[in-house]
Nanobody, 115 residues
Framework: QVQLVESGGGLVQPGGSLRLSCAAS????????MGWYRQAPGKEREMTAT???????NYADSVKGRFTVSRDDAKRTVYLQMNDLKPEDTAVYYC?????????WGQGTQVTVSS
């Protein structure tokens, strides 16, 4: 069992930055693939960034070069550094963990990019 809690969302102007955090508990964090997904109003949830147990990362084309995902296994935390934010980045961001047949989701944190 894994419990996930996101934090760091908020309101930011275009071109600004935010750092999201996802704290995990309940199992051995280092065994789980971690990911960030986002869902904008009226759209389906989409993959934003993932990071494997070995540190391999994957990004959606829309955020490449602007977002960076990282993990700290000792702190049981995954991060999403978001730079040069654009209005189209506005969405609820969800943290996900997965291992074999188990998939877990956080409650989500709102990111709003607007002037």
């Amino acid at each position: 069992q894994v419990q996930l809690v996101e934090s760091g969302g908020g309101l930011v102007q275009p071109g600004g930055s935010l750092r999201l955090s996802c704290a995990a508990s309940g199992s051995i964090f280092s065994r789980y693939v971690m990911g960030w997904y986002r869902q904008a109003p009226g759209k389906e949830r989409e993959m934003t960034a993932t990071i494997s147990t070995g540190g391999t990362t994957n990004y959606a084309d829309s955020v490449k070069g602007r977002f960076t995902v990282s993990r700290d296994d000792a702190k049981r935390t995954v991060y999403l550094q978001m730079n040069d934010l654009k209005p189209e980045d506005t969405a609820v961001y969800y943290c996900q963990s997965s291992h074999w047949l188990q998939i877990y989701w956080g409650q989500g944190t709102q990111v709003t990019v607007s002037s």
